[in-house]
């Protein structure tokens, strides 16, 4: 297996003056992984994740992503990795409210050149189609995102963070506003797609309960140098 | 294509702050629009008022005032010229033809207005418009007249009715009146939608006829009267005119021809050309112009912070389609744009909008303006200096929409994906 993600001795902080939120010395994913990382609330967590996403710049350290150093790249250059290579779920609101579903699991294809390239041969709409049948949300393409349950709004999410076939997934606690059984049906669904697909997977929760479906397990704390002994 | 389909539908999903913001902007655009092109219509009619004559002579005075007696019946002329000078003139080989005037009386708030039959004839306003009767006859006899169009409706006058015309030009009734020696009315005129209108014509005859009997400026008395029957139109000498109005052969003759009138020597004439007097008149006048031109440039500014208004305040309901559409790869460069986009679209559906019905209104309104205002719209309707402000309030609307889209921008920046909401 190879490296997808790997970080080195990466240093952020909020603000000129202000204490470090991020200090990790070493973390790595390797291509495939479906990595669990947890911390409690206020961990840094979600910092972590915008690090890894290329919206925030590290202050030192090497952000490598496929062979990229994300840290080197100007912010230009990271809106457009991400666009090309990351899907990207958050805990809830993950729509544009006035977009029908279908236009909503489009919209990364209109942003990327590479999305639309891996999908060459096939037609986007049929591939679009299979994921939704395989999410269960084929019958709620034309419908408003308002009229969506919050569980359904997650598998909408899902599949727009897969059309097109990113490398990776980063979920940012996109189950803690489903209940026990959906989150675990919800989880099952996306790992067969990821599986399916060869994306790997950047879960984070404070919720530990979910750790058994994960493939590696890793708690923010002990990477976060400025999370020890708190 | 996508971006459209985004502000598209998001301006959708906010229709009712997004169609009151173009109908905001709309408003602005028919005001300026319309005060433009009140504007022009006003500087033509007023400029046009009387067209193809190429000198007013009058005696000695100012060029505004003589232009204001002649063509605006506003004010007297302090002196009158000869008739021998006016046939004199009248025969000089340069002009093509004359049309006298001789003022002084009036009927009920009117003028009366002693001419010949050449005005009739010549007489043009609006470039190719002229002198018609609805109903009636030109002049004949001696007391004959020929009502304006005002005058026929407001004093409700029809053909044969007798009429007093008062001595000097009054408001209301006069004190003196040539009661004496009625007029009947042959003819009635179109409407020109100019001075013309509130005038009575009879002929010159007429005028000295009214005062034939009169000494030294007073009124006869019941036994030195002459009765108007024993008044006859070939005995009548015709001794004194206001002004004439002339017209040259070619135009070439006009500025030697009126540098020959302003210099003859047996009397102090002054020859004017009625186009250069009037547009300097209309810019004397021009702050009018100005103060409504300013006021409809304040509309726009209001309609601009209607729509400044509209975009700030769905600024904070945004800030997690902001972050959505970060995390899918869109930079803030391209948030920045699609809220432009935004109120340019705004701007522009507003002055679509705005110039359609401004134009619409002013095609549909155009008669009625016309009847009952005698209010000539003449001209395009559209023009370079409009092309010029849909152009300046276009940019405007794209300028007040950076404002929003900035703070967007740093909005979408500091948040980055996790917007608490």
């Keep these: 297996m190879s490296q997808l993600i790997e970080v080195k001795n990466i240093k952020y902080r909020y603000a000129k003056g202000a204490q470090d939120t991020l200090q990790i010395a070493e973390f790595s994913i390797q291509k495939g992984e479906r990595v669990f990382l947890y911390g409690p609330s206020g961990s840094g967590k979600t910092t972590f994740l915008e690090v890894l996403a290329g919206i925030l710049k590290v202050d030192q350290g090497e952000v490598r992503i496929l062979g990229h150093d994300l840290s080197q790249m100007s912010e230009r250059s990271r809106d457009h990795f991400r666009a090309e290579h990351l899907g990207y779920i958050f805990q809830s609101f993950n729509l544009i409210p006035y977009l029908s579903v279908q236009e909503n699991i489009e919209l990364p294809l209109h942003l990327s050149h590479n999305r639309r390239e891996r999908l060459k041969g096939e037609d986007a709409t049929s591939v679009l189609r299979h994921l939704c049948t395989r999410l269960g949300i084929i019958t709620l393409l034309d419908k408003n995102v308002t009229e969506l349950s919050v569980g359904q709004q997650q598998r909408v999410a899902v599949a727009r963070a897969l059309f097109g076939r990113p490398e990776f997934i980063l979920a940012d606690e996109p189950t803690s506003s489903l209940d026990m059984d959906h989150r675990e049906r919800f989880l099952g669904l996306m790992f067969e797609l990821c599986e399916q697909y060869g994306t790997t997977v950047l879960f984070v929760s404070h919720d530990r309960t979910i750790q058994h479906l994960f493939s590696r397990s890793v708690s923010l704390d002990s990477v976060n140098l400025i999370g020890k002994g708190m | ?421």
């Design chain 2, 1 to 421: 294509m996508v971006f459209l389909n985004l502000a598209l539908k998001s301006l959708k999903n906010r229709s009712l702050a997004s169609i009151l913001t173009v109908i905001s902007i709309a408003l602005s655009v028919i005001l300026l629009l319309s005060v433009e092109r009140a504007k022009r219509a006003a500087e033509d009619g007023f400029t046009q008022t009387i067209s193809q004559t190429d000198l007013i002579v009058g005696a000695r005075s100012g060029p505004t005032q003589l232009i204001l007696y002649t063509v605006f019946n506003m004010g007297n002329a302090t002196h009158n010229i000869s008739y021998k000078t006016y046939q004199e003139i009248k025969d000089y080989p340069a002009i093509d033809w004359t049309i006298p005037y001789s003022l002084g009386d009036g009927h009920r708030g009117f003028r009366v207005v002693g001419t010949t039959n050449d005005f009739f004839e010549h007489y043009r306003f609006r470039g190719e418009g002229r002198v018609e009767l609805v109903e009636g006859k030109t002049l004949d006899g001696l007391w004959d007249v020929v009502i304006g169009a005002d005058v026929a409706r407001k004093l409700q006058y029809h053909l044969g009715e007798k009429i007093v015309v008062a001595h000097g030009v009054t408001h209301g009734e006069g004190i003196q009146k040539h009661d004496d020696k009625p007029f009947t009315v042959v003819g009635i005129m179109k409407p020109t939608g100019t001075a013309l209108d509130q005038s009575l014509y009879v002929s010159l005859e007429g005028v000295e006829a009214m005062h034939i009997d009169w000494k030294g400026g007073a009124a006869p008395v019941a036994d030195t009267a002459i009765s108007p029957d024993k008044i006859h139109k070939e005995d009548i000498k015709v001794d004194q005119i206001t002004a004439f109005f002339v017209r040259t052969k070619s135009r070439i003759e006009t500025l030697r021809l009126q540098r020959e009138i302003n210099n003859y020597k047996e009397e102090p004439l002054l020859a004017i050309i009625p186009g250069v007097t009037l547009s300097e008149l209309w810019h004397g006048l021009s702050y009018v112009e100005q103060v409504l031109k300013v006021i409809s440039w304040m509309v726009v500014a209001v309609g601009f912070m209607a729509m400044l208004i509209a975009l700030t305040t769905s600024l904070n309901e945004r800030r997690r389609e902001m972050a959505i559409l970060r995390a899918l790869g869109a930079g803030t460069n391209k948030i920045l744009a699609l809220l432009v986009f935004e109120s340019t679209l705004l701007t522009f559906t507003g002055i679509v909008f705005g110039t359609v019905i401004a134009v619409g209104v002013t095609a549909l309104l155009r008669p009625w303006l016309e009847i009952e205002f005698g209010f000539y719209l003449e001209g395009s309707s559209f023009g370079k200096v409009e092309i010029i402000y849909l152009l300046f309030t276009l940019v405007g609307g794209i300028l007040i929409g950076l404002i929003p889209a900035y703070r967007a921008q740093k909005m979408a920046l500091k948040d980055g994906l996790s917007v608490k909401i």
